[in-house]
């Protein structure tokens, strides 16, 4: 038992704590019986190395021993994601293990899509794990895959055959941003620390803190942002999933297509259905249903 304890606590130390584990013996069991240490800890290492590596915290291992007539029994539990999960991911957890800087991905894989390979691991991204920059190389040229490429921050999309030139600008583009990330931390802790919020578009990701946006108004699967300044800004991000991320006591939903900043708000013309919306640099007459209207009138 002490050896397993040893190892689990370092694996606990190298996972920063993304798992902890306790040991229950019952009073009963005979602590006079050996077990050879590997028998243990085979089953402890599985449970860390597929049940943990894909869980951002909340881990639990537990090991059991009760005394069964002149036997004791011992079991292993944990609250991972399964053998199963473990094995249909076995593309992630090798990527998890080798913690590469840069991969090279094609759309379709063996079992899985690219793409889907790509979004699980920005998902499982942590403290103890930095998901790779891709580069994605295939044959397909649909442009629906290309847009879900570049939402997911994609270096290049580089279409089968590729080209040497393609490919070395590709990297050379990797390169450029791997020797951009210094002070990046420094910009993690502000983006938490502070209310700012980060959306994907075209050439990335921008920052925008909640009294930046004006209004938000839904373009197909995409929307744009008009920003305070006077700018507009295409994000790849639906309606729902920025009304999520925006304050609800800043924000109002106005229908189907719209999102509306309080504070900007300066007229109110219900016999147009109108609502004027003002910084120092722009002004915009929206449209806005009849009940969205009278809401926003009764708030105020």
């Not at 990335?204 to 942002?225: R, S, T």
């Not at 925006?246 to 999102?259: A, M």
Request: hydrophobic share 40%.
């Amino acid at each position: 038992m002490e050896y397993v304890k040893m190892y689990l606590e370092l694996e606990k130390l190298r996972f920063l704590g993304k798992f902890d584990y306790r040991f229950e013996i019952d009073e009963t069991v005979n602590d006079s019986v050996q077990m050879p240490n590997i028998v243990l800890h085979t089953y402890c290492e599985n449970a860390v190395k597929h049940g943990f590596s894909m869980i951002q915290s909340g881990g639990l291992l537990v090991v059991r021993a009760v005394q069964t007539g002149d036997r004791v029994c011992v079991s292993v539990e944990d609250n991972g994601v399964g053998r199963e999960v473990a094995a249909n991911n076995k593309h992630v957890l090798e990527i998890l293990r080798l913690k590469p800087d840069l991969i090279f991905l094609d759309i379709q894989l063996p079992d899985k899509n690219g793409l889907w390979l790509a979004e699980e691991l920005y998902t499982l991204s942590c403290d103890t794990f930095t998901p790779p920059e891709i580069i994605f190389t295939t044959a397909y040229t649909d442009s629906k895959y290309l847009l879900k490429a570049f939402k997911l921050a994609a270096i290049d999309y580089l279409v089968k055959p590729v080209m040497l030139d393609s490919l070395s600008e590709a990297v050379k583009r990797f390169k450029e941003r791997s020797t951009s990330t210094f002070g990046i931390q420094s910009l993690i802790n502000v983006i938490k620390s502070e209310k700012i919020l980060k959306f994907r578009n075209f050439s990335g990701v921008i920052l925008l803190k909640p009294e930046d946006i004006v209004f938000v108004k839904a373009d197909g699967n995409y929307a744009q942002i008009a920003l305070a300044n006077g700018d507009t800004e295409e994000i790849f991000e639906r309606l729902g999933e920025i009304e999520k991320a925006l304050p609800q006591d800043l924000f109002i939903r106005t229908g189907r297509s719209l999102i509306i900043n309080r504070q900007y708000i300066r007229r109110i013309n219900t016999r147009k259905s109108l609502i004027q919306v003002s910084t120092p640099n722009v002004s915009h007459n929206l449209e806005v249903p009849e009940k969205a209207l009278r809401q926003i009138k009764e708030g105020f």
